[in-house]
């Protein structure tokens, strides 16, 4: 994965892609700091959360833009969330986000919302980077307080 990134800035060189050579760039940036970080390489697993991080960092910048009415930016912002977008896994439908929420909810059977971090920690593995992480919080949160 960090290698398809690589080999990526080169060709968005090569290609005078200013726009993806920038977004990559910065991902890169960022895979560097978490390499510090952890004092390892990171696997891809780690890769795939660095972009997971950046894309909602974008995300939320939206909602402020939104609130600036900073159509401008806004777009901008849009086409570097598709080109990170590229580089994630395949995300999961919401179908098979609720199969495996309900799959944890049968193996912990939680009796109060205590009982939240139990089941994240059980779904985020399977989850992570395959589905927006607050969606599937809030899911939680939901079937927690419909049962109790």
């Given amino acids: 994965m960090k290698d398809r990134?690589?080999?990526?800035?080169?060709?968005?060189?090569?290609?005078?892609?200013?726009?993806?050579?920038?977004?990559?760039?910065?991902?890169k940036g960022a895979m560097q700091l978490e390499e510090i970080n952890k004092k390892e390489t990171l696997s891809?697993?780690?890769v795939i959360g660095v972009l997971a991080k950046q894309i909602k960092t974008r995300k939320e910048s939206i909602a402020e833009f939104e609130k600036g009415n900073r159509k401008d930016l806004i777009d901008q912002t849009n086409a570097e969330i598709k080109i990170l977008e590229e580089y994630m896994p395949e995300q999961l439908s919401e179908e098979e986000v609720d199969k495996i929420i309900a799959t944890a909810f049968q193996n912990i059977t939680p009796t109060s919302m205590?009982?939240?971090?139990?089941?994240m920690k059980e779904v985020t593995p399977k989850l992570k980077g395959k589905a927006d992480m607050s969606m599937v919080s809030n899911k939680i949160k939901n079937q927690l307080?419909?049962?109790?």
Avoid: C, Q, S, Y
């Avoid at 690589?6 to 991902?27: F, G, P, Q, S, Y």
């Avoid at 205590?114 to 089941?119: A, L, V």
């Fill in 5 to 27: 990134i690589l080999k990526d800035i080169i060709t968005a060189m090569k290609e005078h892609n200013k726009e993806k050579l920038t977004v990559l760039r910065m991902v």
């Fill in 44 to 46: 891809d697993e780690d």
């Fill in 114 to 119: 205590k009982d939240m971090g139990r089941i």
């Fill in 145 to 148: 307080a419909e049962m109790l």
